[in-house]
C-alpha cells in the first residue's frame, strides 16, 4: 500500500500499477490443506463433521444414524477396528445381504481436489458401483495431504513392500444435475466424512 493511500484515502494515486499483485505471471495465493480439502471436499457435495474427540465422533456417529433412521439395521465395513462403533449401535454387520450404508476409513483426503483415497484395505475387492450408495468415512487430519502424487508418497512409505491394491478416489458426493465427460465412470455416494482432529 502506497503512503499516499495511507494519508488521502483510497482514491485514484498517479502512475500507480492499479492490478497489484495481480499479474498472470504469479503463483495463487495458497491456502493451507485443511481449508483447501474442506472447500473442495463441500463442493463436491460431501457432508463434513469435525470432530475434537473420540467422544465427539461417537456423538457425531450417533447424529448421523438419527438423521438417516439407520438404527438397527445392516452396515457394512471390513475394517475390525470399527466394529465397536457399529456394535454400541446396535447395527447388524457380520453376513449382511442388503447393508444401508458401509463404515469405514480411507488412505488419505486429497486437498486439492476433494476426493477420498482407499484402497483395499478398506473396499477389499470391491468397485466402488458394488457397494452402498450411503458411506460414513472415519479419518483424520493428518491424513489431509495436497494431491494424489503426495498420498500414494505416503501409501508407499506407510507400507514399506506389502503395498494395498485396488486404489480408488471418490471425489463426488452428490448425483451431477448436467453430467459431462469430467463425471463419466464415476459413482455418485452420498457420503459422510467423520474428521478427527489428531494434529
Sequence with gaps: MSLFRKIFGTGEVPGEDKGGDASPFLPEQQLPVDEMFTYNFKKNGGK????????????????????????????????????????????????????????STCESLVADEGSILFSSNQFKHYKPNELPDNMVVYATTSQILPNKSECLRQIKKRYDKDYPTNMTALKYFEKAKDENFLHYGSVAKNLYLLLLEDL
Excluded: G, S
Design 48 to 103: 463434513f463433521v469435525y470432530c475434537d474427540t473420540i467422544t465427539d465422533l461417537h456423538e457425531q456417529f450417533l447424529n448421523i444414524l438419527e438423521e438417516n433412521d439407520w438404527f438397527e439395521c445392516e452396515a457394512m465395513t471390513f475394517e475390525p477396528r470399527l466394529h465397536p462403533l457399529l456394535e454400541e449401535n446396535r447395527l447388524i454387520y457380520k453376513n449382511v445381504a442388503a447393508p444401508k450404508f458401509i463404515l
